[in-house]
């Protein structure tokens, strides 16, 4: 039997506002626990919740990122149930006119093509607090599980895809794709190890060909691109397995643990109906005029996938450099910037994405961490395409400013002498030392039949580059080294 894997994905995104989604309340990351939970995020008698106009703000930049219908009134729902670190009773949220409606996210795949993942709606809603069940104890011995409801109140924005994926590799794309989206126009840090996006993933299979969607397992809270793959990947195995068996799936919430690389069965899944949904009495409807809605649309900055395409159509990058360099906002900037300076498109993608990006991924660097800054990596582009200095040198150049060794490319130059020689007599006069002092080689490369010997140069090549300290030019090296040696033939 052939089977065919169907993904859907809820992902939520914190946004980035400065206080909480209906409360003054800080929301900075990192703080003593329960010192930034207000009364209205305990759920105190007597106070009431005031939406907060940037986390709107934020969903509808979202909404017109992925070209979804804004609707015109969307309505807060209260969503019941009970757990400690909620308070007060119910998760206020939206289940039946949410703020952003119907739209899509175009995604890369590896080998290029691109697929259009379709979104069923967005939703605002507000993070519950935290259980923390480690390193607590009654002073008896007894474990004991601590409460922080300084999340309480956070604004997610929860992002619900059709069920349109058809591979782990798929739903890894789509999720980079939104992650790429939230945090060009900057409504999210998308800071995945400290929770600032996490999504639940809905995995069901069927056999090739039939219409019908399979029984899903929704698996909770992963937090890593690498995670949702591998969540993935398992539980397909497993219900392909239970299939053959002659077994089931039931639809049930699971756990993805990383450290055993499984998915475990959390609860049987739960439907809307247990959690008696019903409009928050003490939030008024979300009326949006079309002046308020056209105003951000206005407003939105340059997305990733019209980054990609200026950059393929107007630069004349390939697809896949474009891509890549589009994927967060802060390395197109960077990328844009070295592009400025130095003038030449493809150079600043090839360094950007080789050298640069080889050396951060080495140190674990984001590229806002750069050591080496966009004007000083164009500047040395530079001085490559004046020909002030050849390649080898380049890298020199490139490592120096990188440990800090100089402020510029050409303070670097000057200091460790760099500049590229293409005064024809100083580099004649080093290959007739190289060739005094290689009789073996020489005479190794006279008995050679003609057609070897152009392999056989590049040792003397070697040689001429190593007495010039890497600064020969190495066009020049080649063409007189091959006129002096084919005259002792
Ligand atoms: P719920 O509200 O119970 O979580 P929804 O119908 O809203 O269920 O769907 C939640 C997510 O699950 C959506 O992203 C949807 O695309 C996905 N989904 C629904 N059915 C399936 C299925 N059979 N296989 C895979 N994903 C599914
Ligand atoms: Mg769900």
């Known amino acids: 039997m052939q089977w ?14 400065r206080s909480k989604i209906f409360s003054g309340a800080s929301t900075a990351f990192g703080a003593e626990p329960n010192t930034q939970a207000c ?21 509808v930049q979202f909404g017109l990122a992925i070209h979804a219908d804004i609707p015109e009134v969307s309505v807060f729902d209260r969503k019941n149930y009970f757990y400690p670190d909620l308070p007060k009773g119910y998760q206020t949220s939206q289940m039946y006119h949410p703020i952003v409606g119907a739209g899509e996210v175009e995604i890369t795949l590896e080998d290029g093509d691109t697929k259009r993942i379709r979104v069923h709606h967005a939703h605002l809603e507000e993070d519950a607090g935290k259980s923390l069940h480690e390193s607590f104890s009654d002073g008896m011995g007894h474990a004991m599980t601590g409460i922080d409801l300084n999340r309480a109140g956070t604004p997610l924005l929860e992002i619900v895809s059709e069920p349109d994926m058809r591979s782990a590799k798929e739903a890894a794309a789509y999720l980079k794709a939104i992650h790429s989206i939230v945090t060009y126009l900057g409504i999210s840090d998308g800071n ?43 539980e397909v195995e497993r ?25 475990r069965s959390m609860r049987t899944k739960e439907e809307a109906n247990d959690y008696r949904y019903f409009p928050c009495p003490d939030l008024l409807p979300v009326v ?19 980054k990609r395409a200026r950059f393929e159509h107007e630069l004349g990058l390939s697809t896949y450099d474009a891509s890549v360099l589009s994927a967060s906002r802060d390395m197109a900037e960077y990328f844009e910037q070295v592009k400025a300076v130095c003038g ?18 080495r140190e674990g660097l984001s590229i806002a961490n750069s050591p080496v800054s966009a004007k000083q990596l164009g500047e040395l582009i530079s001085r490559v395409i004046d020909d002030t200095i050849n390649g080898k040198a380049a890298k020199q150049v490139f490592q120096a400013l990188w440990n800090g060794e100089g402020d510029s490319a050409d303070a670097v130059i000057e200091t460790k002498g760099l500049k590229q020689v293409t005064d024809s007599g100083a580099i004649e006069a080093m290959i007739d030392q190289v060739i005094a002092e290689s009789p073996g080689q020489v005479a190794q490369y006279r008995d050679a039949e003609p057609d070897k010997r152009g392999k ?6 070697g040689q001429v580059m190593k007495a010039s300290r890497g600064t020969a030019n190495p066009q020049q090296v080649n063409a007189l080294l091959k006129e002096k040696l084919d005259a002792l033939c």
């Open 239 to 263: 219900q392909i397995e239970l299939l053959e068996d002659g077994a089931e799936v039931v639809q049930e919430t699971r756990l993805f643990d990383p450290e055993r690389d499984e998915t």
């Open 456 to 461: 056989m140069i590049g040792y003397f090549v």
């Open 192 to 234: 995945m190890a400290e929770g600032s996006m996490r999504c639940d993933v809905n995995v069901s299979v069927r056999p090739r060909g039939q219409e019908r969607l399979g029984t899903r397992a929704e698996i909770k809270n992963v937090n890593s691109f690498r995670f949702v793959e591998r969540a993935i990947a398992f």
């Open 39 to 59: 009364a209205v995020d305990l759920g105190m008698p007597g106070v009431l919740p005031v939406l907060n106009e940037s986390a709107v703000a934020m969903a």
């Open 288 to 306: 949006l005029d079309d002046a308020y809605v056209d105003h951000l649309r206005d407003n939105l900055p340059e997305l990733p996938a019209d």
């Open 4 to 17: 065919e894997t169907v993904i859907g994905l809820e992902v939520h995104v914190q946004l980035a506002t």
């Open 344 to 361: 030449d498109a493809k150079q600043a993608a090839n360094w950007v994405q080789g050298e640069l990006s080889g050396a951060l991924n």
